[in-house]
């Protein structure tokens, strides 16, 4: 009787040895807490307001300056702490306005530019063929006080990335974007007509490449 107790003490002793030796290996592997860790910001979602968004544009020639307008059709945008995190704009080309003349000249121009004149219809944009174009941004950064951004420039379904400098405020659930005037050349989307770099002997009846654009977008969170 005695043996068969003396048995059970050992047994129970080499247990809670046992036991204890895994709990001190436990102990010795646990790690040390790290120092705390800002947060991931959540990214807040806005929609376009077309109503309020619009594109500026200017092209020139020898002696003459047009200027004019085009409608932002739809879009989002995302914001991290302030900051864009990603954005997509959609741009109807029907809605390109000349604002620099008025009556029969107007809707001729307007009409030129849209590719709504027979035998002229790929001169520049030809929105029956190609009814939208779109902006994707692909990148932001801050440079000397500026965001800067970069996206892939959709036109006539040939893509470019270009980058911008540009103003980024919000205001209560509005975000409002607004690019310094920039220039984009529009023979890198094969609007060709009456281009220098592309046709010779044209003399002083050519349109420069460059086509200068300001951005102004308005986003409500939703």
Known sequence: MKTKVSSLLILAILAFGIISCGNDKKRTETKEAA???????????????SEASIIDWKGKKPGTTHTGTLSIAKGTLTLNDGMIGSGEFVFDMSTIVVTDLEGKQKDNLEAHLKGTVEGKEGDFFNINKYPTGNFVITNVEEKEGKTHVSGNLTLKEITKNISFPATVTTEGDRVLITSDEF???????EINFGSQSVFNNLGDNFIYDDIELTISVVAIQG
Do not use: G, K, L, N
């Not at 120092?35 to 307001?49: C, F």
């Not at 220039?183 to 989307?189: N, P, Q």
């Open 35 to 49: 120092e705390p860790q800002e947060a991931v910001p959540e990214s807040v979602s806005y929609m376009v307001d």
């Open 183 to 189: 220039a984009i050349d529009r023979t890198e989307w």
